[in-house]
Structures are given as C-alpha cells and as structure tokens.
C-alpha cells in the first residue's frame, strides 16, 4: 500500500505540473493525454505546446543537491524563459522528496520560441438559440460579444457573458489570461431585455444547466485540495468517476461528506442536485474497511458514503491494490450493475436491445442509435442498398474489464457531436466482448462477413485497449476495415479519424453512384428498346390478324358469290328448260314478237303465242340472266311496268301483241 500511495502521489504531481505548464484546467482532458504518454510529463508537453526543436529539456534535482532544482541558480536564470504566473505556480505543495515538483520547462539556450495562438471553441447559448464562435486566445472577451451582437441582434452594453470558470471578467480580459480549455460553453443574459411570455421559463431553464459549478475538493487523506471545474449537466457518478482516476479510489470505495439531502441518486445532474453556485465545497476519502460498509442494516443506503457499484471498479480492483477477496467478500449482489449484454444470448437482436437500454441506463439517452438485429442484417443495411443510401457501418465493441470503458463511453459515444455524426453517416452495430463466449460468437461472426483477418486483429488488442471502433465500408466483392479506433482517444481525434473514413467512403461513394447511374442508364435504354420491340411485334400481329380476317372475309364473299351465281345458274337453266319451244309462224295461231333490250345495250328477240302467259315471258328473261326480282321489265311508250301485271295475263290481255320493243332496267 505505501508503495501504491507513492505512485498516487507522483502522479497527482505531474497532474498538476502538466497543468500548471499548459493550462488546461480540464482533469479529464488532461488526465488523458497524459495517458497517452504513459505519464511521460516532457512528451505530454511537447505534444500540447510543441517547440521550434521538437523537444523541451528539463533538469530534475538531485538528492542532497543544495543548488536548487537547475543545480546551478545562475545558469538556470540565463537558460530558463520567465513563465506566466498562472503557469508557473502549481496547486500541489513543495515537496523535497518528489523530482517531478523541481519540473520547469527550458528552451534551448540558442533560441526563444515564441508561443504559436491557440484556438478557443465557444458554444454560446442565448434563450433558444446557439451560437459557435471560434477565435484565438490573443482576443478579447469584448471580441467575443462584438460578434455575438451580429448574430444575436443584442447591443453589447445589454449583454452580460456568463460561464466563465473564473468569475465575471471585463471586455478588455484577454482569453489567454483565463487559460482556458478548448471547448467551452457560455451563456447570454439580458436582465434589460424582458423574454416573451413563451419562452422565458425554457430560457431559465436552458441558464441554469449552461451553468458552471466549481466544486471544492478535498482529498483528506492525501491532504490535498482539488479545484474542479464541471457543467451543470454532469451528473454525481461523473464526478466520482473523475475523483477516482484523480486519487485512485474506486468510486465503490470513496467516502463522501458534504453532498446535499436532495442529491438522492448518482444520476442527478448537479443543476438538479442541490448543491451551492458557483462554489461548493467536499471532501471525499477511502472507507478504512469496505466489508463494513455493507453490513444489512446500511447495506446500500447512503448513496454518497457508498457508491453504485461500478464494474470497473471489480476489474481494476488488483491494479489500485486492493485485495479482491474483500470485493467479492461485501455481501449482496444487488449493488453490482448488470453486464452490458447476457452471456450466451440465443437471439442478437435480443441482445442488442438488452446491450441497448443497459448503456441507456448507465451514461444517459444521448448515445448513438445501435443497430438492433444482427450484423448481417447491419451489413445487409449500410451496403447493399442503392449506392446513394449507402452508409459506413461502425462496429463498436465493449469491455467491462477495461478502465478506458467508462470515460470513452460517457466523454465520446456520448458527445452530441459524435452522436450526430454517427447518426447521419453511419449504421452503428455495438456488442460486449466481457464475457468469453460473446467474444467468441463475435470473432465467429466476423470471420464470416468480413474474413479470417478482422477477427484475427481484434485477438491482438488486449483488455486495456478495449473499447474499440471499428469503421467498415462494403465494397463490390469485399467489405473492407478502414479504421480501429482504440478506447485511449479524445472527442477531437475520435471526429477525425471519423471524418477522414468519410472521405475515403465518399470518394468510393460517388464512384459507385456513377457506375450505378451509367448501369442504369444502360439498364433503361435496354427496356426502351425491349419495349419497343414489344410494341413492334404486337403492333406486326394485329397487322397480320387483320390482313387474315380480311383474306378470309374475301374468300367468304367469293364463296357466298359463287353459291350465289351456282344457284341463280341452276335456277336460269332450270327455267331455260321449262320454257315452250319457240313457236313457228307457220303454224297458224296468233303470235307475238318481242324484242328486249338489256341493260349492257344488247337486244334479246324471240316469239311466243299470243296465249302465252306473262309468267313465260318473265321466265324467259331470268334464264338470260335478268330474274324478276332485280330487274323491271318496261315498255317504250307509253311507258309500263310489265312486272306489276299479273302473271297470269296472256300476252294478248297485256296488249303486247303483235310485236312490242321492251326494255330492262335494274330496281333501285
């Protein structure tokens, strides 16, 4: 223990002399950068502030030295660049025994670098609307509100700027002064300015959770005072979290004193929980026996003096060096958060929506949209769809075991800015790999989809790069990784290397998109032209149906004619036959001699017996071809109809005796 409570305070020194030389007041921020250089206070440095060289010196005292932390007081005055007060002063006391409190950055003797501006993000608030202003720390706060007054249309002398970590400042204050973070949050009021009855409540509201607490607290054991900077929206379990990796105590094992009545539940945001603004003051230690804690009578009642239980603080238990027997040894069960997904689970879209309202619970609704189905089912949605609704599937995957899991989730998964780009661009498909059998079920279903190769570089990460982000894109015969980002990683890094895989699925994208248009394209002329053809073959078909519906009309009518003609020949034959014999003038008896004159000018002649009925006559000239029924037989003058007189009329009754000139003449 004495030797962990060394390395505790070692670290909480080159915490505070990282800060003190950049100026990052944000804990988190900068306990993570130091993070990413194993806690290699020059390298952190360098990667915050880098030098003209590349590299920053520093001398370090050595034990009995009594020159002074440069071992020589005038050359450390030649050779060391006068640092601002804020800088140069840090929150921890002197201590003889640590090297790194003796740490003063030096530049080479043979130049001077000049500090390059550093850029400042402020999300601005005012009643329901947001303004982001960027600018660098050589500006002013008065630059700041010129600008708001363009966007806000609110004269700057009725604009007070609130949120300031340290306090009301003047319009003259340079942002440098301030030494403040990247990322910032500030809020307008305008007490001149009465808001309009609908959203002046909303306006309250929105003031109170832009609000900046400053929470006092004390480490009693390391007899150490932390100045902590938090929203109004972080909730009471963030800041244990953040007090754990400042002192190494679990959140599990932290004694609190100083907590409101009102602050009844870890998850109560510190607008909601009570607590004094702009300042209020706590002090939090180890509990000396943790088995006690949780005796029935108090098992899990003070919710400040005992926290939730976090899984973290299970599996990093060894590392903090405390003895797991007295872990496990606490008792009930219950206080132990469930896992993030069921061992063994038959059915992953059960799973996922298991996986899906556990991270709800634990750091809050504003987190990507996970997939809920199985990862084929997320492939089948972000690349085999039509080439404009494509998107890049983003496979994260979560490990309990590691201490990097609880700030990537709440500090990354769950910034608005990366939720927003997730949401927009990605298919976001999650699944924990805590547990052996989920990890192998996930290694099984990667082979499949994606190839031996993905799943054997997820075997290489160990426990404490968890959790990881892998960023697909499907190609035409492949789906191929584009990125694995690791759980060591900030907001900033996470959106680019997000960004920089969107380049790379925007250029295949559109290189798809026209290929899938030129194929298209194809695709519509080939039906054009089918239908076309279509439409040529069937407009060829009615033309032949209708020229044989009319070959067959024609050899209808020729049929009918021909029957017709047979039958009006048979029946001219038959009356050709049935007539007298012409009679001879010799014989004695009256006759008649007529003479008729058809229709085409030819005369037809011959000679009946005056006692000859009409009838023969009419038989007479139907076997020449002219029936009575179509032609009318007429006399010259004066003119008569013979076919209306009575058939039965001798030719004498018909006074066509002796001789008579007829002609014929169709009916109408």
Known sequence: MASDTGSNMDRE?????????????????????????????????????????????????????????FGDNSQAAATAPTAPP????????????????????????????????????????????????????????????????????????????????????????????????????????????????TTSQSS?????????????????????????????????????RNISDLTNIPVRHQQWDGWPASASDDSMTLASSGISFPCHHLSVCRRSSPATALEPTEECTDVHMVSDSEGDDFEDASEFGVDESEIFGMGSSSCRKSPMMPENSENEGDALLHFTAEFSSRYGDCHPVFFIGSLEAA???????????????????????????????????????????????????????????????LLTMCTRHFGSVVAQTIRTYKTDQFPLLLIVMGKRTSNEVLNVIQGNTTVDELMMRLMGAMEIFTAQQQEDIRDEDEREAREMVKREQDEAYRLSLEADRKKREAQEREEAEQVRQERIRKEQEEEREAIRLSLEQALPPEP?????????????????????????????????????????????????????????????????????EAKLFPQETLFLEAKE
């Not at 003209?52 to 010196?57: D, F, K, M, S, W």
């Not at 003259?172 to 300015?193: E, F, G």
């Not at 309250?204 to 938090?230: D, T």
Request: proline residues 5%.
């Open 379 to 441: 492939s089948q949605e972000a690349f085999y769809g039509k080439a404009r609704d494509r998107k890049l599937l983003a496979i994260y995957l979560h490990n309990d075991d590691s201490v990097l899991s609880n700030v990537f989730c709440s500090q990354m998964m769950c910034a608005e800015s990366i939720v927003s780009y997730l949401s927009q661009n990605f298919i976001t498909w999650a699944w924990d790999v805590t547990k052996e059998a989920n990890k192998a079920r």
């Open 204 to 240: 309250v509201q929105q003031e109170s959770l832009n609000q900046n607490y400053l929470l006092i607290i004390s480490h009693r054991e390391a007899q150490r005072e932390y100045s902590l900077n938090f929203p109004a929206t972080r909730t009471i379990q963030e800041v244990k």
């Open 584 to 652: 001879n003038e010799e014989e004695g008896e009256p006759i008649s001699k007529l003479r008729i004159r058809t229709p085409s000018g030819e005369f037809l002649e011959r000679r009946f017996l005056g006692s000859c009925k009409l009838q023969v006559l009419f038989d007479f000239v139907a076997s020449k071809g002219y029936p009575s029924d179509e032609f009318k037989l007429l006399t010259t003058f004066p003119r008569r109809n013979i076919t209306q007189l009575d058939p039965a009329w001798t030719l004498l």
């Open 13 to 69: 020194m080159i915490l505070a002399d990282f800060q003190a030389c950049t100026g990052i007041d944000n804990i988190a921020e900068a306990i993570t950068l130091l993070e990413l250089n194993n806690w290699d206070l020059v390298a952190a440095i360098n990667g915050v502030i880098p030098q003209e060289n590349g590299i920053l010196q520093s001398n370090f005292t050595s034990e009995g030295s009594q020159t002074g932390p």
């Open 86 to 197: 804020s800088r140069a002063a840090s929150s921890s006391p002197p201590s003889s025994s640590s090297s790194s409190s003796a740490f003063c950055p030096v530049l080479p003797s043979r130049h001077i670098v000049e500090r390059q501006p550093r850029m400042l993000n402020f999300h601005v608030e005012y009643r329901t609307r947001s303004v982001e202003v960027v600018l660098e720390d050589a500006s002013t706060v008065g630059d700041i509100k010129q600008i708001l007054e363009t966007e806000l249309q609110v004269p700057v002398s009725k604009m007070q700027l609130k949120g300031w970590k340290s306090g009301d400042v003047s319009d003259s204050t340079v942002l440098r002064s301030l030494h403040l973070p990247k990322n910032n949050s500030l809020y307008v009021l305008t007490p001149d300015i009465a808001p309009s009855a």
